[in-house]
């Protein structure tokens, strides 16, 4: 079972940036996609970025894709979210999720291991 503790949310205006972070343990997690979903109130999870287990393959959602950036440094056993250029309608909980792949995909049933999730909140 990997392990995974996001941090790095908070409150930031429009057209600002946050990075958020990842911290991964467990057995073998540097093997699998890592990703990252979010959800806002009354709406359901969506799928963000994910990245493949050595980080060569990135996949994003059109909402984010050119704003938002996945990395990750398996040595470190972290995982990284650049969002930059940050708009209202990003705001809401950002949760790491461990995949059980080695390919990046979207699909929440791809990711079985879930941290507890880091508020985002953009204001206008």
């Known amino acids: 079972q990997v392990q995974v503790v996001e941090s790095g949310g908070g409150l930031v205006q429009a057209r600002g940036s946050l990075r958020l972070s990842c911290a991964a343990s467990g057995h073998t997690h540097s093997n699998y996609a890592m990703g990252w979903f979010r959800q806002a109130p009354g709406k359901e999870r969506e799928f963000v970025a994910a990245i493949n287990w050595n980080g060569y393959n990135t996949v994003y959602s059109n909402s984010v894709k050119g704003r938002f950036t996945i990395s990750r440094d398996n040595v470190k056993n972290m995982v990284y979210l650049q969002m930059n250029s940050l708009k209202p309608e990003d705001t809401a909980v950002y949760y790491c999720?461990?995949?059980?792949?080695?390919?990046?995909?979207?699909?929440?049933?791809?990711?079985?291991?879930w941290g507890q999730g880091t508020q985002v909140t953009v204001s206008s």
């Open positions: 999720a461990a995949g059980r792949l080695s390919v990046a995909t979207s699909r929440v049933q791809d990711f079985p291991s």
